[in-house]
């Protein structure tokens, strides 16, 4: 089984000594079928949530942290901080998605007992 990497948005942990490993990322880029595209010009008309790309971004953000822990752990990393996302359009009809951060790997204070 796999190590839980931690992701964390801020620049510390707290109680963590750590190295940083560097930077890594993860980056999905999807789209949606044709009868979505058509649901949601028409929901575009009327107004409200189009809930089939409310998901697709919400699965995206899901993917692309999903690779960014697979980035960190191949570079030997306990953690990712300062994670950030981003993302952007494509073509109209295709939604990118960056999960990035810092991977750092966690240090003992040889001062203080295991």
Do not use: C
């Not at 044709?34 to 189009?50: R, W």
């Not at 998901?55 to 752990?73: P, Y």
């Amino acid at each position: 089984m796999a190590t839980e990497i931690l992701i964390t948005t801020t620049e510390t942990i707290p109680g963590q000594k750590y190295e940083i490993l560097g930077e890594v990322f993860g980056l999905t880029t999807q789209s949606k079928n044709l009868f979505s595209d058509i649901g949601a010009s028409l929901k575009n008309m009327v107004g409200g949530e189009i809930k089939a790309y409310s998901n697709m971004l919400h699965e995206s953000r899901e993917k692309a942290i999903s690779r960014l822990r697979d980035e960190a752990t191949a570079l030997g990393g306990d953690a990712v901080v300062m994670m950030r996302f981003d993302s952007g359009s494509i073509g109209g009809d295709m939604q990118s998605v960056v999960a990035y951060g810092t991977a750092v790997k966690f240090i003992s204070d040889p001062a203080t007992p295991t």
